[in-house]
């Protein structure tokens, strides 16, 4: 069955500072070392002006036992400290991979207890079946799907934007 048609959205269209909207019920998906590490239709995104969204996966819906702390961590102005997550699937290992807000912020209380991944550092992620493209750069985590329209930060010569 092939994924339902959806309507395009420009990066451009959303606000700053970032708001958290439910992901509609999607089937979103993360494959990494041959294996399902998450599957969720509870995701909510983040939207950011000139970013593609990062989709947040409820931590029940995570294989959480295959993520260790990374001991980096990075502040966000509106969202508060994130904390990073080293992935490992038998011997394979994705560095800072995924990161988690234990302790939002007022106004993104809804992605506490919830990861996001980088789906660059990922085999593959998908959104109701769609394979995303991650966004360009390596401290971006956005997911690029056919609906999502740029030009997106992140690439190079983009970080004055």
């Known amino acids: 069955m092939a994924p339902a048609q959806r309507t ?37 995104r983040v939207l950011e002006t000139s970013h593609p969204p990062v989709y947040y996966l409820p931590a029940a819906d995570v294989a959480t036992e ?6 980096a961590v990075s502040y966000c102005e509106w969202k508060g400290q994130a904390r990073y997550w080293d992935l490992g699937v038998g ?6 991979s995924a990161w988690s807000y234990p ?19 990922m085999d593959r992620c998908t959104v109701d079946g769609e ?14 799907t056919a609906e999502i ?4 930060k992140g690439g190079p010569g983009t970080t004055a934007w």
């Open 8 to 44: 395009a959205e420009s990066v451009w269209d959303y606000p700053r500072p970032p708001a958290v909207r439910a992901a509609h019920g999607r089937l979103v998906e993360v494959w990494f070392g041959g294996r399902l590490v998450a599957s969720t239709r509870h995701a909510v």
């Open 66 to 71: 295959l993520l260790t702390p990374a001991g």
């Open 91 to 96: 011997d394979r290992r994705a560095p800072e």
């Open 103 to 121: 302790e939002p912020l007022p106004g993104y209380r809804e992605i506490r207890e919830m990861f996001a991944f980088y789906p660059g550092r």
């Open 131 to 144: 394979t995303v493209r991650a966004q360009e750069g390596d401290f971006y985590g956005g997911w690029i």
């Open 149 to 152: 329209t740029g030009p997106y």
